[in-house]
């Protein structure tokens, strides 16, 4: 989804056959939290599900000799996928049973779970809906401050609200990899603040051209090939 992640000309974020698609494919699974009574705020959702990834990223679970750090290697070797699905009430007590990180924002709770094979998921991840997470926000977002991290959506593709959270996703994912072992851990002390707001349309030709991490979706779902979805709009990388 985007070449400017590593040097390596078989990045895990391009569109067009690489190696990696010979490696053996794994999806990292997230769970938002959907009751019908109490849904939450779409932008609430998009940065929890951002911060989610974070903290399994930086998790020492997910490093070293970890628990999770085969299986999260595995999947960065390989293309990077992400899938969010909803859950509610037993579902969700369900979902929080299984190893993983439950985040919470304002008022969204996201489960993020160890990456597993595409076509090996948990029985109680696997029956989850993928759809049905169109969400909204009842009042517009407040103005991003642009002294932390923002991820910069597209403003000319209509993405569901959990198409938007793999989006967001990724955004966060791309700063991650862009920053040095000091800067994420000040990152991750300080809770991993983040924004995400849909760009401004002459805002984002600008921000697509400013050199900092770009997503390009794969296409597997909702849009097109090659899509620029959301640039990272990390402080220390500008």
Known sequence: MSHDVTPSTDSPFRTEPTARDQAPQFVLPLVVRIEKA??????DALETAARAVLVLLGDERSAGDGEWAEAVRDWQDARIRKVVRRARGAEWRRAEALPGITVTGKAAQV??????????WPKELARLQV???DLDDPEPPAQADVTAPVLWLNPDLDMS????MAQAGHGAQLAWWELSVE???DWREAGFPLAVRTAEPG???E?????LPLVRDAGFTEIAPGSCTVVADHPTLR
């Open 38 to 43: 109490a849904p939450p705020a779409r932008t």
């Open 183 to 185: 800067e994420r851990a």
């Open 203 to 205: 805002r984002w030709s």
């Open 111 to 120: 489960r993020v779970f160890p990456p597993v094979p595409l076509d090996g």
């Open 207 to 211: 921000l697509t051209t400013s050199g």
């Open 161 to 164: 609200a959990g198409k938007a």
């Open 131 to 133: 759809s049905g997470t």
